[in-house]
Every structure is written in C-alpha cells, then in structure tokens.
C-alpha cells in the first residue's frame, strides 16, 4: 500500500465521508492561491467542522509523516497555501461564524474559516468597527488573515492584524489543542503565547478561533485627493497632518504619476486633479462626526499648499466624490492585467527612505530593463510600497529584477515582504530582510512545535 493509499483508508476510517475530499472530486481550486504558484499533488482534501476533527487529523498526519497544508480563501499572494505533493489539505471553508460579541469589553470571538467581510459587517450592525479591510474582503478568510498578519488600508491608525487579534485557539501538528481565547487587552502571564502563530502561515500551528479587537463604529471620513511635486512633499504632509490631527488620520494611500496616469487614461476613471504632477496621495480622516472634523482637516490642506507641499488638491464634498478618489486607488486590481505577466513586489522601507529607494528602483528600471513598465503606489503611511512590473518577458528576466529590486531592499533595511508574507514566493529572499542568527531562531521554534515537519512544510523559513 503506498502512503497516498494508507492516508486516505485511515482518514476515512475516522471522518464522515462528507467531511473528505479524495481522487476527481478535489476540485481545481485547491491547488493555488492567487499567487498562480504551482504545487504538488493533493491526497486527500479535509473540510472540517469543528476543532476536535482538526485535531484528530493532525494527530494521524503527525504519526504517519503526512505533510498539511491549512487553506482559507485562497487569496494569499505569496504561495502559503499551495499543496505540497501527497499532502492533505485542511480546507477551513466550514469552520465559519460568530461565536459571541462582547459589547462590553469590544470584542469578537469567530470561527477562523469567517469571511474578513462577514467580520466587518457584523460588527458594524452590533454598533462598531473592525478595522481591518483588504481588496479580498470577500473572500479571504479571518484565519487566513491571521496566518499572513494582512495589513491593508487602514494600518497606519489601526495596524497590522495581529494588532486586531487579542486571543486565539490553535491546534498544533501533534494534535494539541491550545485555548488561548483571551479577551483582555492587559495580560502578561507569562509571554503572549499567541504571536507565535500571527503571521507564521500555517507553519506552527491551525487557528481554528479567533477573538478580534472591535474598535468605536465610525460614521464617515475627511477624504482629500492631493497632488505634490516630490516626495519630501509627501513625508512633510504625512507628518504635518498626523501632528495636527492627533494621530487620527486612517489611510495614506501614494501613488506615483505612472498609476494615476494609467488608471484615468486606461481605465477611464474620473479624474480629480490633472495629470501633470509627480506623486498624489489620497488622504482620510475616518471619525464618528466627520462634519466635526472637518475644518481641522481643511486646515492641513491650506497650510500643505501655503508651504507649498502640496501644489494642488480636491477635496471630497459628498460620500459619492470619496467613493470616486477610492475607486482611483483601488483600480489596481484591472490594471493588473494590462501589465501582465507581471511581478508584484510588496516591499517596505522605512518611510524616511522611501523616496530615495523609489527613486533608485525607477532608475534600475529605466537603464536596465529598458521598454517593462513599472507601476508605484502604496500604502506609505506604514511604509509599504507595491511596484508591478511587465509585461515580463521569461523567468530569467523577472529572476534578474526581483534580484536588483531585493538588493535594494537589503542596501537600505528594509522587507522583502510587508504584508503579504513569504510563503514559496518570498522564500529564495528571506535572508535579504532577517539576519542568519533569526532564521536558525525560527527554524528551533518549528523543531519544537512540529519536530516531524508536517505543517506546511517547504515553506517561508524551512
Ligand atoms: P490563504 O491564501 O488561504 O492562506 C494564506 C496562508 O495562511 C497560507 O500559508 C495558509 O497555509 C495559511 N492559513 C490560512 N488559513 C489558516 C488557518 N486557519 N490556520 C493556519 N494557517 C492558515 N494582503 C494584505 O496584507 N493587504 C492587502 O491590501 C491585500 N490586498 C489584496 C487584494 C486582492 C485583490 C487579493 C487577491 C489579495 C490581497 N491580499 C492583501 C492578500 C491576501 O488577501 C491576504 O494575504 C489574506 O490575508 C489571505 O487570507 P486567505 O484566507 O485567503 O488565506
């Protein structure tokens, strides 16, 4: 009996047959993510109701060397939940819904299969707001969300994800449940146990719960579409702004003239402002009362283009004028496809230095790679900048600009990955952004909670 045989007969032997997926019934979306990451062959797929079954299966691939490989909506872009060949996939698909709102203490507790999108709404229909919103809203996962630590939009006031998540439950490769369920914002018994798991892409341990941070609900936002002729344009608005109105502002989305261009020639969109200029932001005040805030927001405009930082802006008067500026920025995802193939680097540095290392990259573009696009934009408020190249002609090509861009990254200190997370993607780069010493450090901490390397193995630091 060879090992794709033996584990199909004893996860049949302990499963409901509606709970296992095996042969012509996997169906083709289980085999990548929206990276387009090539993977192995699947075994057998596992669709879970409850913890208990999760534990079950991961005790029997812990004692017969079974790899697995956790999957939630399959948004991820760095190749996290790609098969690996004879794995079993554990599909979260099921393991959806809300288990409790505590109004009191402002929490969520949620099965981690929930669509992100899900989250956000019942919060908002219980009086609050879950901070954390991505392009995938629809269809990432909160547990998946939670493996990758997703940023997004709104990270420069809210932060990362794990900046959402107050408690979770996770079963690790041999079975052990751990309940980690914490609702409290104050808790130092001993080291937050949790961290571990945010952000470790299912190579730790499966997230099967989750209790999320819910934070006041708001009502509305001061959104403003800006234009400015550099980049130090860009840093002294972005300090100005979080001085004067105290932190609050709740996205900081840049986008150099390449983008804008693109996105109101190409795609036809409605145009705020000219095309002329060099960089724009769009930014936002989200708030109970924005009618409150409003003048304070004004403000910050008029003194930005008294100092001459910002040279022209559009600010919006109703809900429908801010859904156009962000239609702007989100139209990312068509553009996408007139670069294609393309490259998406999700690289960080820290902000100080973003105008100089977009400037060096644009520079590599144009002397080295003469004729490939390359789009910039971001979330620059938290230091995240996108670049999509293309179309690139062949992987020897696309191997020599992530090689130049990544080695720009390493120069100046920052990440190979801000928010998308490594996977089999990112992986050939890992040592550009973390020392020899923290990749031996993470590779104990996988020995000691999963010495037998069944959790997605092949992936990010293995
Ligand atoms: P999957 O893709 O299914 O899995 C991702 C990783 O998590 C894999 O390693 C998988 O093994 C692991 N995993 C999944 N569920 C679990 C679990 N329950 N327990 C343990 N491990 C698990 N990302 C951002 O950060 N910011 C953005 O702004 C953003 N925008 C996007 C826009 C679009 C249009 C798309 C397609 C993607 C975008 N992403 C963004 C990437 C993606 O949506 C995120 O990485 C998301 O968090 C992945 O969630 P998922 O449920 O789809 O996970």
């Not at 090992?3 to 289980?30: A, F, H, N, R």
């Not at 690996?84 to 507790?109: A, L, N, Y």
């Not at 998308?420 to 901490?445: D, F, N, T, V």
Request: one cysteine or more; glycine letters at 10%; a negative charge.
């Amino acid at each position: 009996m060879n090992d794709k045989t033996l584990i199909i007969e004893v996860l049949c032997s302990i499963l409901p047959t509606e709970d296992l997926l095996v042969g012509d019934d996997i169906s083709e979306k289980y085999h990548q993510d929206w990276s387009g990451e090539k993977g192995g062959e699947i075994s057998a797929v596992v669709m879970p109701r409850n913890t208990e079954t999760i534990s079950k299966v991961l005790k029997t691939c812990n004692e017969l060397g079974c790899p697995v490989v956790p999957q939630g909506g399959l948004t991820g872009l760095a190749g996290g939940a790609t098969p690996v060949e004879g794995c079993v996939v554990i599909s979260m698909e099921r393991m959806k819904g809300i288990i409790e709102i505590d109004g009191v203490s402002g929490t969520m507790t949620v099965w981690a299969g929930t669509p992100l999108q899900v989250v956000q709404e019942v919060a908002e229909e219980a009086g609050f707001f879950f901070a954390l919103d991505l392009g995938a809203r629809g269809s990432c996962q909160i547990g998946g969300n939670i493996a990758t630590n997703a940023g997004g939009n709104r990270v420069i006031r809210y932060g990362m994800t794990r900046d959402l998540v107050l408690g979770l439950e996770v079963v690790l490769a041999d079975g052990t449940i751990l309940p980690m369920l914490n609702k409290m914002v104050k808790n130092n018994a001993g080291p937050d146990l949790k961290q571990l798991f945010i952000g470790s892409e299912g190579t730790l341990g499966i997230i099967t719960k989750a209790v999320v941070k819910l934070h006041p609900k708001v009502n509305g936002a001061n959104t403003a579409f800006v234009a400015l002729d550099n980049f130090t344009g860009v840093e002294q608005l972005l300090v100005y702004a979080q001085q004067q109105l105290s932190g609050q502002i709740s996205a900081f989305e840049v986008m150099w003239q390449s983008f804008y261009k693109e996105a109101v020639t190409e795609e036809g969109i409605r145009a705020p402002l000219s095309s002329d200029y060099p960089v724009y932001v769009l930014m936002e005040q989200q708030s109970a009362n924005p009618s409150m805030q409003s003048g304070q927001f004004e403000a910050v405009l008029e003194y930005a283009l008294e100092k001459g930082w910002v040279i022209d802006a559009a600010i919006a008067q109703t809900h429908s004028d801010a859904e156009s500026f962000w239609k702007l920025r989100d139209s990312i995802a068509e553009l996408l496809q007139r670069y294609a193939p393309t490259i998406n680097f999700d690289i960080s540095f820290p902000i100080s230095s973003i105008g100089h290392c977009a400037e060096i990259l644009k520079e590599i573009m144009n002397t080295r790679f003469v004729g490939i696009r390359a789009m910039f934009f971001g979330h620059v408020g938290d230091g995240n900048i996108h670049v999509v190249v293309g179309p690139v002609p062949d992987d020897t090509v696309a191997l020599e600009i992530e090689a130049a861009f990544y080695e720009v990254v390493r120069e100046n200190n920052g990440s190979v990955s801000a928010e998308h997370g490594i996977g089999l993607h990112k992986k050939p780069w890992l040592s550009y952004s973390r020392s020899s010493a923290e990749i031996q450090a993470l590779k104990l901490m996988k020995q000691a909670l999963d010495p037998k390397n069944i959790l997605n193995p092949g992936k990010v630091q293995d």
